[in-house]
């Protein structure tokens, strides 16, 4: 699994804390080991533009989830091989610190935390979860409290 990260917000992150929960939702979920994925970090202006130009969105967001490869998902035996072994360019997840440390304050929580659930949020959109609807939002919402808790217990051991 190939996890490119880039921290162009100007705030300082734990960034392997960052990949590791990102390599940790993959895993779990299954996802193609030959997958890419890229995360990244950026200032409160540019994620304000990135809301507006592809979310139609006003301000800056916490987490965006850009799509790649529909492809990468490996939901069971002879599947992977779907890929013809090639690797599989899953999407791009940008994250906002300084969004996140707002709503971290607000949630009573550190903002390494935040980016850690925005994190896994990011790759459950990447793998076609949504939170449009109720019982959609209770699924990934589910999802994501279960994939925290297992890496969140997998750092304490």
Not at 8 to 35: I, Q, Y
Not at 77 to 104: F, H, M, R, Y
Not at 138 to 145: N, P, V
Request: proline residues 4%; charged residues 25%.
């Amino acid at each position: 699994m190939s996890i490119e990260i880039a921290n162009e917000s100007g705030a300082e992150v734990d960034t392997d804390a960052v990949l590791a929960v990102a390599r940790h939702a993959l895993d779990e979920m299954g996802v193609n080991p030959l997958a890419e994925l890229s995360v990244l970090l950026v200032d409160v202006d540019y994620m304000t533009e990135l809301n507006h130009r592809w979310m139609g969105g006003d301000g800056p967001t916490d987490v965006l989830a850009f799509p790649m490869d529909e492809g990468s998902v490996d939901h069971g035996p002879g599947e992977s091989a779907a890929t013809g072994g090639e690797p599989a360019l899953l999407g791009d997840i940008v994250l906002c610190p300084e969004v996140a440390a707002k709503q971290a304050a607000t949630a009573g929580h550190a903002t390494a935390d935040e980016l850690h659930l925005l994190t896994v949020h990011g790759v459950l959109h990447l793998l076609g979860y949504d939170h449009a609807e109720p019982e959609e939002e209770r699924e990934m919402f589910g999802l994501q409290a279960r994939l925290l808790a297992s890496w969140r217990s997998t750092r304490s051991r």
